[in-house]
């Protein structure tokens, strides 16, 4: 027996002792493998799931913070004119216009982009943009600074945007592909 699994040509079986016998089983050692380690079809399952729930929270944690954004400071407006020693009207009014004039005519822009490179990469630049133009907005020393970190904050906010565009149709797709969730 020994001389036949030498001069087996694709070397694919593998002589295995049962409890010790005398005899020996020759099994293909994919047989062998998958009798020893039993493969878990769910477990991919479960985990594809899962990322697609994590996905889905973190696209919509994302733009609730997005729209939040664009509305939250017209609470704040008189506070930060008053800390800039500014009034109002003017040039206090671009903090807001100039985000939403930045998200409105560069989100076409950036959702062809994010069709030809992916909406991953998009989507983290996105957040990495939006949450620096955060920081950078609230470290602003001067009212022009203030303006110029919303307006680099509102190119973060459309590459969010661009790549969620397609978030209800994947949506959609998800439910349909477990029933159990509609």
Known sequence: MDKEQRNNRYRNFETVSVNGAAGAITAPLRAVHHAANPPSRHTGELQGQMNKWIVLALAAAATFMTTLDSSIVNIGLPSIAHTFHVGVSGATEWIIIGYLVVIASVLLTF??????????????IGLVVFILGSALSGLAPSLLLLILARLFQGIGGALIFSVNVALP??????????????
């Open 169 to 182: 149709r994947w949506c959609m797709t998800l439910f349909r592909e477990c029933p159990s969730l509609s």
């Open 111 to 124: 959702g062809r982009l994010a069709d030809m490179i992916g909406r991953k990469p998009i989507f983290l």
